[in-house]
């Protein structure tokens, strides 16, 4: 979606729809910011997307929404990082997804008029646009360009989760390999070294891998004797991308999945 859903306006201290945070008042900075992510859709539609949202600034582990809650709306992020998890035993949750600026969350709850189906929270602080429930299907209902914008998203992350059922089995080391893999392809590559900062820490990354955290250390640990990685901190320095790229063609070829 688009990080330019900006509100203006004195902040106030207040809390929307359950979230104890910081809200800015009604109407985003000029509609022309969202035209470089929303291409092709149609201005009457940038601008109502726009006025209609709400600006939330979160502090790190704050919740959004949680499971089973009404959904009131589309969220947007604009900057920070958000985390979707599922319940897996009475005292742990997985983590499904990590969101940075510009993708958005809820679409599932809004489109089926259901309770949220997982629980969303920040992973730092985040500041998110809300844009009214209502607004959005009347916006999809007007712009068939709107709408397939949606949908190739959508159509994006069931893919994305399809791949990740099938590959339950897989080991530890082809996960991190992809999941590195991924994260690169975000970032520009000006050489065959490149340096990834992780988009959140070691443990909720574990939660989304799903696997344990002390395994993700493992396998970074591997990876860093192999020549293939170095852990700085919150970064991974990947010595190089070629040579990263066929461990996971080896991983995928051992799996049965390569060709």
Not at 46 to 69: N, W
Not at 151 to 164: F, P, V
Not at 166 to 191: I, Y
Not at 216 to 234: H, K, M, Q, T
Request: with cysteine; charged share 20%.
């Amino acid at each position: 979606m688009a990080a330019g859903l900006r509100s203006v306006g004195k902040a106030k201290a207040a809390t929307h729809h359950g979230l104890a945070g910081t809200v800015a008042g009604r109407g985003a900075s000029s509609p022309a910011q969202l035209l470089s992510v929303l291409n092709g859709v149609a201005m009457r539609t940038v601008e109502r997307l726009t006025s209609a949202a709400t600006t939330i600034h979160l502090g790190r582990r704050a919740t959004i929404y949680m499971l089973g809650e009404e959904c009131t709306g589309l969220h947007v992020v604009l900057s920070g990082m958000v985390a979707l998890s599922v319940p897996v035993t009475v005292s742990a949750t997985r983590v499904v997804a990590l969101l940075g600026p510009a993708a958005w969350f809820g679409e599932s709850a809004l489109f089926l008029r259901e309770p949220h189906a997982v629980a969303a929270a920040t992973v730092e602080p985040t500041t998110l646009a809300h844009i009214p429930a209502e607004v959005v299907r009347g916006c999809l209902r007007e712009d068939h360009t709107f709408a397939a914008c949606m949908l190739a998203e959508i159509s994006r992350r069931l893919r994305t989760s399809l791949l990740e059922s099938t590959s339950n089995s897989s080991s530890a080391r082809h996960r991190v390999l992809r999941f590195l893999l991924d994260e690169l392809a975000s970032t520009p590559e000006a050489n065959d070294r490149v340096t990834v900062e992780l988009p959140a820490v070691k443990q909720v990354i574990a939660s989304r891998l799903n696997i344990a955290s002390e395994t993700l250390s493992r396998a970074f640990r591997e990876l860093s004797r192999e020549g293939l990685i170095r852990v700085d901190g919150p970064r991974i320095v990947v010595s190089s991308v070629n040579r990263l790229r066929v461990a996971y063609a080896d991983c995928e070829r051992t799996s049965g999945r390569g060709p």
